[in-house]
Structure formats: C-alpha cells, structure tokens
C-alpha cells in the first residue's frame, strides 16, 4: 500500500459554490478529482486530505461532499483546511464516530502509516488579513495542536514522522517558522500542506529539499486533481517508470 496526499478539493454537492469562476482548471473539478482518484488510488492505499473539503457552513450542508470523498478509494485521512465550518475541534471525536471506517479526522491525535506517524494540523500564516495579535494567538493554538499529536505519537512508540499541515509551512518572506523549527525538533521526514492557488501562489513557501527536511506542495489545482505520491509501497517498483 501507498500513502498519497491531495488538498483543497473544494466540493460543493449541498451548496451553490461553483469554483470554475477560478479558472479553466476548475472546469468540471469534481469528475476530474474522481477520475484521476479511482485510475491511481487503490483500495489498500491511504490518503490524507489536507483541507477545504467542502463549501457547506455545518455537517447538515457537507454531507453531500463528505460522501462522495468517502465513496473513493482507499483509507482516507481528512486534516482541517480554513473553510471547513462544518469542523471544530470539538467535533472531532463525533465525526470520527459518525464515519467510523469510512473517514477519518486527523486533530489533535495521529495516525499510523507502516512505520510513519501521520501528525497534523491545520497551520497559521500571516495573508496580511489580520492584526500581528490575532496572527500569534491563531498559531500558538495550532503550535500546541499540532505538538500534542506529535507527543502522542511518541508515547505510542513512533519516531518517524510525516507531518500535514493546511496552511504552507512560513508566511511569505520567511525563511522559517515555528512550524519548520518544530518539524526540525522532531525530525519529520516530509511536511505536506496545501491551501496556495494559482500560480503566483505556488511559490509562497517551501517546496524539495530544505534542512534535510522534503516539503511538498498538494493543492488541488497545483497537482490538477492527480493524489500526490508521499511514499511508495516497495512492491510497486514498477511505478517509478510510469507516470500518468
């Protein structure tokens, strides 16, 4: 099995949010998702999503677009994104139960992967929409969440992590944050996130190889709807000689 990522899917089946206003990629965004989904992603494989699943304003208004990921393939592992207002933390749990073995909602806990701790967060970065006040107290709250999954997984017995964050990893300009020092701390392998549109956007924050450290950009329209590969299962080898 192999342990892919995507974000930003943006699915609006219970809402009037088209998203092709965005752009061309846009166009027919859900088929695109489903199409290259069911032709990449298999049963046994994992998936996390990194945010923005759905347009809905509570659970009654996502339903719609939490189905239609849980009918995909795979073991799916949803991470919080900006616009999902049908989650807050105390719904966690509950969402965890309602969807049990059909979804999964990665805050304040951890999953596993073969040897890999799967830790998360939704992340903070200043946009310049709020004050430096506001900015800090959103980030020490997602600093703690994301620690807590990161003890957790230590007390489990983990110590090879692959972090998930929403939001990119530093604000623009930064050459690091208390994100990238925390995945330092803890010696993360890979630290993927999501949330930058368009191509002026894509270039907000880390993307290869920095202090030993792989990040990995998985927008949705970065990646044209295709999962991305995080880590490959060993006994499809093949897979690094064919590229669809």
């Avoid at 919080?80 to 807050?88: A, I, L, P, V, Y």
């Avoid at 600093?143 to 530093?170: C, D, N, V, W």
């Avoid at 925390?182 to 630290?191: D, F, G, H, L, T």
Wanted: glycine fraction near 6%; proline fraction near 2%.
């Amino acid at each position: 099995m192999s342990l892919y990522a995507i974000g930003d899917l943006h699915l609006s089946f219970g809402v009037d949010k088209p998203m092709d206003r965005f752009g061309d990629v846009w166009k027919y965004h859900e088929q695109k998702i489903q199409w290259h989904w069911q032709n990449k992603i298999r049963q046994e494989d994992t998936i996390v999503i990194t945010g923005d699943h759905s347009w809905g304003h509570n659970l009654k208004e996502s339903k719609e677009d939490l189905e239609f990921i849980a009918r995909l393939p795979g073991r799916k592992i949803l991470l919080r994104g900006n616009h999902d207002m049908f989650w807050d933390v105390k719904k966690t749990a509950k969402l965890n139960e309602i969807y049990e073995g059909r979804l999964q909602f990665l805050q304040n806990n951890f999953y596993v992967y073969e040897d890999y701790a799967l830790v998360g967060t939704k992340g903070y970065c200043y946009e310049g929409k709020d004050t430096v006040e506001h900015f800090e107290k959103i980030r020490n709250r997602e600093l703690a969440r994301l620690q807590t999954s990161f003890e957790m997984a230590l007390e489990a017995g983990y110590h090879k992590f692959i972090m998930f964050l929403h939001y990119p990893p530093t604000s623009i300009g930064e050459e690091e944050s208390l994100f990238t020092q925390m995945a330092k701390e803890y010696q993360v392998k890979k630290v993927v996130y999501s949330h930058c549109h368009g191509k002026e956007r894509f270039s907000d924050s880390y993307v290869g190889m920095v202090d030993g450290i792989e990040y990995k950009l998985v927008s949705g329209d970065y990646l044209f709807f295709k999962p991305e590969l995080i880590v490959r299962d060993k006994s499809r080898w093949w897979e690094r000689y064919f590229k669809w």
